[in-house]
């Protein structure tokens, strides 16, 4: 389980932090934030504002993209400590994403709290902080409008921390249901067995 699970976090981790890892795979690509689509609805009547919008969304993506390699050693620190028990538990379980569920469960806090500094500095540093503000400033002044105040480094953060166990889920469900991903004689040993 352990080797499985280290095969399946080497791909996700290294696949979430290539450029356009987040941005153009659709199971993991963070969107503008689900609060504020009305104000993307509305200033992108505005001249000059799509241009903002749509560099927007692949600002955020390129944020998770910078913090992705942090998930790598939390995620094998939390695999070195899978007691005896919960590893044949999970070789045994019918679910395919068991393990990821497990991982989850022991290191989703921690990851959070190692990406939120990357993920605020990366979105300075790539300028989604700036089109944020600017487009949130533009928006709260127009009348009658809800103000929107989304945390963007929160929002990134769980978005980015989300994608990488929906990568993780998914090379656990190759090497679980396909012969073909178990690339290693202990691999097919025990997962051949089920």
Same mark, same amino acid.
Do not use: C, W
């Given at each position: 389980?352990?080797?499985? %699970?280290?095969?399946?976090?080497?791909?996700?981790?290294?696949?979430?932090?290539?450029?356009?890892?987040?941005?153009?795979?659709?199971?993991?690509?963070?969107?503008?934030?689900?609060?504020?689509?009305?104000?993307?609805? #509305? $200033?992108?009547?505005?001249?000059?504002?799509?241009?903002?919008?749509?560099?927007?969304?692949?600002?955020?993506?390129?944020?998770?993209?910078?913090?992705?390699?942090?998930?790598?050693?939390?995620? $094998?620190?939390? $695999?070195?400590?899978?007691?005896? =028990?919960?590893? %044949?538990? $999970?070789?045994?379980?019918?679910? #395919?994403?068991?393990? =990821?569920?497990?991982?989850?469960?022991? =290191?989703?806090?921690? %990851?959070?709290?190692?990406? @939120?500094?990357?993920?605020?500095?990366?979105?300075? @540093?790539?300028?989604?902080?700036?089109? !944020?503000?600017?487009? =949130?400033?533009? !928006?709260?002044?127009?009348? %009658?409008?809800?103000?929107?105040?989304?945390?963007?480094?929160?929002? #990134?953060?769980? &978005?980015?921390?989300?994608?990488?166990?929906?990568?993780?889920? &998914?090379?656990?469900?190759?090497?679980? &249901?396909?012969?073909?991903?178990?690339?290693?004689?202990?691999?097919?040993?025990?997962?051949?067995?089920?």
């Amino acid at each position: 389980m352990k080797e499985a %699970l280290n095969k399946g976090i080497l791909k996700a981790v290294e696949f979430a932090s290539e450029p356009d890892g987040f941005n153009t795979n659709d199971d993991i690509h963070i969107p503008f934030p689900e609060d504020a689509i009305l104000m993307k609805t #509305t $200033l992108s009547r505005f001249p000059g504002m799509n241009t903002l919008i749509g560099t927007f969304e692949t600002q955020l993506n390129r944020a998770a993209e910078a913090a992705a390699p942090k998930a790598k050693d939390i995620f $094998l620190n939390a $695999l070195a400590n899978i007691s005896i =028990t919960d590893a %044949l538990t $999970l070789v045994t379980s019918s679910s #395919t994403d068991a393990a =990821t569920q497990f991982l989850r469960k022991s =290191t989703e806090a921690q %990851l959070i709290a190692a990406f @939120q500094p990357d993920i605020s500095a990366a979105i300075d @540093q790539v300028g989604a902080g700036k089109a !944020y503000a600017k487009m =949130t400033s533009q !928006y709260n002044r127009i009348p %009658l409008m809800t103000p929107v105040q989304t945390d963007l480094t929160a929002y #990134t953060t769980q &978005k980015a921390v989300d994608g990488l166990f929906i990568l993780l889920a &998914k090379e656990e469900g190759k090497i679980r &249901k396909n012969p073909a991903a178990r690339t290693t004689d202990l691999l097919r040993q025990v997962f051949g067995r089920k």
